[in-house]
């Protein structure tokens, strides 16, 4: 196996095989981590090679956290880790995990962080890359809880997807007057959302007005902003990344908390499944599959969705700080590996702690702690 840290040589390639894998996203292309300022991050983005062939690639960046060097796997997107082709084996799988901690520790660094992406965005379902790293050692540090409507349904159908109070809530949004229209004022949408997380999380957007404004830009028909008006008045809105051929991840979502009675997110939530399948029709973005669930982590899916819109639900869990890894030998110190992860069951209290070890005739066994390592803000 061969490790290729990225150069710009590199970029049509790296392109074409995160649009051509099982699980890439618009997050892994270099044309969304382009939307940074060039000295935000230093990057450090890998290609896996077996036998000359790319059978993976990994977006990170070289960054110091708590005194340690980090390969974090990426601070500037929703989705980090590997990506990979729909033919990955399970031993290509540990291969490339092995080559990753190889690399790291030939590269010096103390510490691995990444946030897979949830498995309802591979095109073929498999587990392998978590087993693999759960093997080598890797600790599961954050869980969250993404909810999962799968669509296969006519318009006339929609309705039935969700539950009888919502409904009323739509039916009370269109008597009241309520519309939903696709949209390009960001600027109004952005003040609808400042004051939202404000108001409620005491916290500000992952994203600038002006980054919101670069990435439609790059990505001007996979990022779309819908807004629920009222008598042409914005009061409610959404923005929908369309990640890959069969997953739209419904993002930011806000309302006007002097319109709240009007229930403008619930006909705006009843409405992506109506427009969904028409975006999701062309050729580029699959087909459309239908029932509505919610996935925990480590879960054995109970549809095999073709297309699917995925909100995630966050929350900031924070676990307890790394201590040092064990020694693999006097002179070389295996990194701290740390795997952020995919949703919990939304009823766990803290996060889960999986901590892995080699087997005990390897001569760098360790067991990590779990440490809280992990951005998951979407930007």
């Not at 892994?28 to 230093?42: E, G, N, P």
């Not at 007005?209 to 902003?225: A, G, N, T």
């Not at 028409?278 to 899916?301: F, I, L, T, W």
């Amino acid at each position: 196996m061969e490790v290729v840290q990225y150069e710009k040589k590199y970029q049509d390639k790296w392109e074409e095989f995160v649009n051509d894998s099982s699980n890439g996203t618009i997050f892994h292309t270099r044309r969304f981590l382009s939307y940074h300022a060039a000295d935000k991050f230093r990057d450090n983005s890998l290609l896996f090679f077996d036998e000359k062939k790319l059978i993976a690639v990994f977006p990170a960046i070289d960054i110091k956290r708590d005194g340690l060097r980090v390969l974090w796997s990426h601070m500037g997107a929703s989705y980090g880790g590997f990506v990979h082709s729909e033919s990955l084996s399970i031993k290509q799988s540990f291969d490339i995990t092995q080559s990753l901690i190889d690399h790291s520790l030939k590269e010096k660094f103390e510490r691995i962080v990444l946030t897979n992406v949830p498995f309802v965005y591979q095109k073929r379902y498999n587990q392998y890359i978590d087993f693999a790293l759960v093997k080598n050692g890797f600790n599961y540090l954050k869980r969250e809880v993404t909810s999962v409507i799968t669509l296969n349904v006519t318009e006339d159908n929609v309705m039935k997807l969700i539950k009888p109070e919502s409904r009323t809530s739509v039916r009370k949004a269109e008597k009241l007057g309520v519309v939903i229209r696709k949209s390009n004022d960001f600027e109004e949408y952005y003040g609808i959302l400042k004051s939202n997380l404000a108001m409620r999380h005491n916290v500000q957007p992952a994203h600038t007005l002006d980054e919101l404004y670069r990435l439609k830009e790059l990505f001007p028909h996979k990022i779309q902003l819908f807004g629920a008006y009222l008598k042409n008045k914005m009061i409610a809105g959404i923005i929908n990344f369309y990640c890959n051929d069969k997953t739209v991840l419904v993002f930011y979502i806000s309302h006007n908390q002097e319109f709240q009675q009007y229930r403008a997110v619930n006909l705006l939530f009843c409405s992506r499944p109506k427009a969904a399948p028409a975006r999701m029709a062309r050729p580029q973005d699959g087909r459309c599959q239908k029932r509505h669930n919610r996935y925990p982590a480590n879960s054995a899916a109970a549809v095999s969705p073709k297309s699917v819109v995925a909100r995630r639900m966050c929350a900031n869990m924070l676990g307890s700080k790394a201590s040092s890894a064990s020694a693999s030998s006097p002179t070389q110190r295996r990194p701290d590996i740390s795997h952020a992860q995919r949703p919990a069951t939304a009823s766990s209290s803290s996060p889960r702690k999986m901590v892995g070890s080699r087997p005990k005739n390897s001569t760098r066994r360790t067991s990590l702690p779990i440490s809280h390592m992990n951005n998951s803000d979407g930007r």
